[in-house]
Every structure is written in structure tokens, then in C-alpha cells.
């Protein structure tokens, strides 16, 4: 019978490689894991918690179980199956999420937890277990203790610091979240057969059919039939990669964007942000408005000026550019700028909805807030916010310090209106209520009767003014529009806020006001 190789000593420099690798492998699964859950689920805080936490899960889990099966086993035969089992479940996530993803749609904490470990938790507990390993290795000397633990644990923060900023910064904007993770997976099975070969286990590379064939006659069945399924399972996953429905038009860097076609009008596109519907163009009638709140908004404008009077208007997020469009073709000759965050989305909406930069229509792609700051003063008859994160408009667009800002871009009797979602019992959007009342003299809450009252959650629209609102012409307004609703003031909007706090940069938890239906 062949002897099998004695193993080869894992040199520093490949031992710090290897963590480092490893370490990072995990981040840039992390990150990726938001993008990929989060067109089932949104992205929300509570996703992102999700997220973190399920990753943080995994790598304790992980380097405990890897530490444990390197006291019990050689480590110099735990190291490339680690690496090879990683590649499988990293190729295997995602059509295993892109499919239970469908079914698990909207189905709250329980699906935003299943599909973050079905995305995360495996091979980032298996790349977890590497560190353990290679320490196990290295330590050849009880004396040198300290410095080893301690230079690797520093190796696999800086990996995993170095795959966040680049997968942040670099990947996400230049590749699909498929192709950055069968990338991933590709690579960490090349460095299991690397690292077979490195340690002996596979021969030398120069001989790799005979040195692999080796170490299948000296395997035994178990070892043969876990290796069999192991590839099959990865080459599975590959090709389910390359089948599987994808839920996007485009991935931009913050979005999963798709438009759909309506049927039932010609010119109807719906734009899907996420899963979630967020706006509706008819290509054939920019004055067309498809949701009960763009009426409502649109009811607003009415109020402000009358048909075919240009107005100057600041919108807070694009999406798909309904409303800045419905400004200009009810009032030839508006002014509209646009502050949208994802550039991505802007050269969607110029590709496929039409959007067209020109002198009635301006765009600056970047934060709303920060770009708001830029504005001059007294510069806007309107502003209307309609920027969000899944259901929840950002927490930082709801503050009293940013409220107190976009009174500062509105011209004297000038209108701030802001689209906010919310379900009973109503804790955001009282909130939000209670802090621009903090701010302007004059507000008003437009939405359907059973959402006012607290019976059923609902979109609602905020309307606020240094000066006395136009409420005759937008309660008339707002009653002739396709979805009709109630618009309160005064003393009903005193007793519809109750009790609520005003949201500061000190203070708003958005996503833990917003009651998820």
C-alpha cells in the first residue's frame, strides 16, 4: 500500500492569506446578503439587523466549532474542505434564497430572519472555522501564544474591513449580486485545491489527476460519497444560479429595480423598488395618476397654483419621476429639481420611462438631505417628499432639524407636502405630524376616512406652511380625485396626534414607529 505524503508546514505568510481571505469572504457575504434578501423583504432596519446579526451568529458559531475540530482532528485535512464546503453553500444561496424568497414574500420578522441565514449562515460559519484552524497550526510554540492569536485575530479584522469598504465601494456598484457570488465561490474552491496541494493531501500540483486520484482510493466510502455530493451540490447550485428567476431589471447600488408593463393601459409602467410598488407613468399621459396618495399630491399642487400657472418645485426622491412630470404637463413652463440617492435608478428611468433632464427638469443625484443643505433659501413655491426605504421614509428626511430646513427652501406661503405610510396604531405618522407642527404654523393631513379614524393602514399626505393653507380648494381638490379622501386640521389634527414626541436627530426611530402590515 502507498504511504500517504507526510503534510507540509503552513508557512506564515499563506497562514495570514488564508484568514485574511476568510475573514473576508464573510463581510462580503454579509453585504451581499442585504441586497439579496432585501427585494423579498425590504430594506429596512429590521433586515439590516437581521443581517448583522445572523452574520455575527455565524461567526461565532463558527470559530467555536472550527477551534473544537481542531483539537479533535488534523487540522492539515480540515483546512481545504472547509474552503471546498464554503464554496458549495456560497453557490447554493442564492437560488436557494431567490426561490423561498417568492414564497416567504411580505411574511415579516419570520421571513427577514429565514431568508438572512438561508443567505449567511452556513458558509459564513464554515469560513468562520478557518481561523481556529490556521491557529491550531501555527502554534508551535505555547511561548509564542499570545502574538500568534493575536496577529491573526488582527489579519481577519483587517479582511473583513478591506472586503466591506470593497464590496461597498467597488462591487456592488460594478457587478450583479449573482456574479459577486459565484466569483466568491469560484474562488473559494480554487483555494481548497490549492491548499490540498499546499498540504499534501492532493500530491504535488504538477501531478494533480494522479495526486487527486490518490486520494480517492486512499478515502474511505463516507469521505468518497460527502466529496461526490459536495461538487454535485456546487455545480447544482452554479447552474440553478444561471436559471434561477431573478426578481430585478437592474441592480443599482441601492435598489433592486424592475418596471412592468401595464396591460391595461398602453402607456402604464409600474416601478417596483425592492418587491414594493412604488411608482406608476403613463408614457402617454404624464398627468395621469395611478396611487391614491400621488392623487392626493397631486391635489396639493391644484391647491397651490392654478392649472397652467408654473410653480418651482424641490422633490425629495425620483422614483419615477411622477410627480415632477405631472407639475410640468399640468403647468407648462415649471421648474422641477429632483434629489434622487441612486444614480442607478435616474439612468433607468432615462432608459426606459423617459425621464429627459432639460431646463424643466433638473436632477442631483446624492443624499436628499445633504443636497437639500445646498439649496438657497426662499427658492421653492413646493416641496414634496416622497423618498423611502422600503415603507419607511429615512429616518434623517423626519426630523425637526430637517423640517426646519425645508421651511428655510420654501418661499414665504410656500407648501411642504410629504408622503408617509403607516398602520394602527399610527405611531409614525403622529409623530411626523407633531414635529411639523413644531415647525409650521399651518398643517394639514390628507388620507382615507378609515385610515384616520385607525381602522386600516394607509398612505398619508402631510401639507405644511408658514402661512394659512388653501384647505377650501384642497378639500375640493381632494374630493374630486378617483380616490377621494378626508383632509383634518386645526383642532382634529390636535386630537389625531394624541400624545406623540417630536422626532429629532436625537431621536427618531422611524422603523420602530412604523407598524409593518
Same mark, same amino acid.
Given at each position: ?11 506564515d505568510a499563506i497562514a495570514v492569506a488564508i484568514v485574511f481571505?476568510?475573514?473576508? #469572504?464573510?463581510?462580503?457575504? =454579509? ?34 466549532? @472550527? ?26 444561496? /442564492? ?20 431568508? #438572512?441565514?438561508?443567505?449567511? &449562515? ?17 502554534? %508551535? ?27 461597498? &465601494?467597488?462591487?456592488?456598484? +460594478?457587478?450583479?449580486?449573482? #456574479?459577486?457570488? /459565484? ?39 463516507n469521505q468518497r460519497q460527502v466529496a461526490a455530493g459536495a ?34 393601459? $398602453? ?12 411608482? *406608476? ?6 398627468? *395621469? ?12 399642487? !391644484? ?9 418651482? #418645485? ?11 412630470? *405631472? ?5 407648462? @413652463? ?15 428611468? =432615462? ?10 427638469l433638473s436632477i442631483v443625484v446624492g443624499d436628499a438631505r ?6 438657497? %433659501?426662499?427658492?421653492? !413655491?413646493?416641496?414634496? @417628499? ?5 415603507? +419607511? ?29 403607516? *398602520? $394602527?396604531?399610527?405611531? /409614525? ?19 382615507? !376616512?378609515?385610515?384616520? +379614524? ?10 405644511? %406652511? ?52
Open positions: 500500500m502507498e504511504n500517504p505524503p507526510a503534510p507540509r508546514v503552513l508557512s481571505l476568510a475573514a473576508a #469572504a464573510v463581510l462580503v457575504l =454579509e453585504v451581499i446578503g442585504l441586497r439579496l434578501v432585501g427585494p423579498y423583504v425590504g430594506i429596512t432596519l429590521q433586515t439590516s439587523s437581521a443581517v448583522i446579526g445572523v452574520s455575527l451568529g455565524a461567526i461565532a458559531y463558527g470559530a467555536w466549532t @472550527g477551534g473544537v475540530l481542531a483539537d479533535r482532528l488534523d487540522p492539515h485535512k480540515l483546512l481545504p474542505p472547509a474552503f471546498a464546503l464554503a464554496a458549495v453553500a456560497t453557490a447554493v444561496t /442564492l437560488p436557494l434564497v431567490r426561490w423561498l424568497g417568492e414564497i416567504l414574500r411580505g411574511s415579516g420578522v419570520f421571513g427577514t430572519l429565514v431568508l #438572512a441565514a438561508l443567505a449567511i &449562515f452556513i458558509p459564513g460559519a464554515l469560513l468562520s472555522a478557518i481561523t481556529p484552524i490556521v491557529v491550531k497550526l501555527r502554534l %508551535s510554540d505555547t511561548g509564542r501564544t499570545g502574538r500568534v492569536v493575536g496577529r491573526l485575530s488582527s489579519i481577519g479584522t483587517l479582511g473583513g474591513i478591506t472586503a466591506t469598504l470593497v464590496t461597498g &465601494f467597488v462591487l456592488v456598484a +460594478a457587478l450583479p449580486t449573482s #456574479a459577486i457570488l /459565484l466569483g466568491l465561490a469560484v474562488l473559494l474552491f480554487v483555494v481548497a485545491v490549492l491548499l490540498g496541494y499546499r498540504l499534501g493531501a492532493l500530491g504535488h500540483w504538477r501531478t494533480w489527476p494522479r495526486g487527486a486520484w490518490r486520494w480517492w482510493r486512499r478515502a474511505t466510502v461538487v454535485l451540490l456546487g455545480v447544482a447550485g452554479t447552474l440553478l444560479s444561471a436559471a434561477v428567476p431573478t426578481p430585478c431589471d437592474v441592480e443599482t447600488a441601492y435598489q433592486c429595480a424592475r418596471i412592468v408593463p401595464d396591460p391595461t393601459r $398602453p402607456g402604464g409602467r409600474l416601478l417596483l423598488l425592492n418587491g414594493a410598488r412604488h411608482s *406608476y407613468v403613463d408614457l402617454n399621459d404624464l398627468s *395621469y395618476l395611478e396611487f391614491g396618495y400621488t392623487e392626493w399630491l397631486g391635489a396639493v399642487v !391644484d391647491s397651490l397654483a392654478p392649472a397652467g400657472t408654473p410653480v418651482r #418645485a424641490l422633490h425629495l426622491g425620483g422614483g419615477g419621476f411622477t410627480l415632477p412630470r *405631472y407639475v410640468t404637463a399640468t403647468r407648462p @413652463g415649471s421648474v422641477n429639481r429632483v434629489l434622487e440617492l441612486d444614480g442607478g435608478l435616474v439612468r433607468l428611468d =432615462e432608459q426606459q420611462l423617459g425621464v429627459t433632464p432639460g431646463p424643466d445633504v443636497s437639500a443643505a445646498r439649496e438657497p %433659501s426662499q427658492a421653492y !413655491d413646493l416641496v414634496i @417628499g416622497d423618498a423611502f426605504g422600503h415603507l +419607511a421614509v429615512p429616518w434623517h428626511l423626519t426630523t425637526r432639524e430637517f423640517v426646519t430646513d425645508i421651511a428655510r427652501v420654501l418661499r414665504p406661503g410656500g407648501i411642504y407636502a410629504l408622503n408617509v405610510i403607516d *398602520y $394602527p396604531p399610527d405611531k /409614525l405618522i403622529t409623530a411626523e405630524v407633531v414635529t411639523l407642527m413644531d415647525v409650521f404654523a399651518h398643517v394639514a393631513l390628507i388620507s382615507s !376616512d378609515d385610515a384616520l +379614524a385607525g381602522r386600516t393602514g394607509n398612505n398619508f399626505v402631510l401639507v405644511a %406652511s408658514t402661512g394659512p393653507l388653501p384647505t377650501d380648494a384642497l378639500r375640493a381638490a381632494v374630493a374630486a380625485v378617483a380616490r377621494p379622501a378626508s383632509v383634518l386640521e386645526g383642532q382634529s389634527l390636535v386630537d389625531f396626534r394624541g400624545d406623540a414626541r417630536v422626532l429629532t436627530d436625537d431621536f427618531a426611530p422611524v422603523d420602530q414607529l412604523l407598524t409593518h402590515p
